[in-house]
């Protein structure tokens, strides 16, 4: 998408293996979280993979930890963390869902 419309350098996407600059300004911001490069880049296969099946585990309710690899059951803690703090921000300040973005990364 960026790549299309000329804001891969804009946005320094990883891919570009741009070096980094100390006082870079952010171009993703979200709650206290921001990056000076473009998240989506560095996204791995596995970390997208593990959002998905969380999400369908979440959405078929059977989040259970017996059967699931340690790494999974990290994983499935800090996105359970992080939309609890997605739903006492929303109710704060109304704007875009947590479950909303993962469905851009698709």
Sequence with gaps: MCRGTGL????????LCVSPEASARPVWVRGTVSASTCPKSLISAESLSLVEEYFVRRRLG?????GLSTRQVEAFLILEKEIQTEKTNEQHHPGHSLEDFSRDLG
């Design 62 to 66: 059977s989040i259970r930890v017996e």
């Design 8 to 15: 891969e350098k804009k946005r320094r996407c990883g891919w």
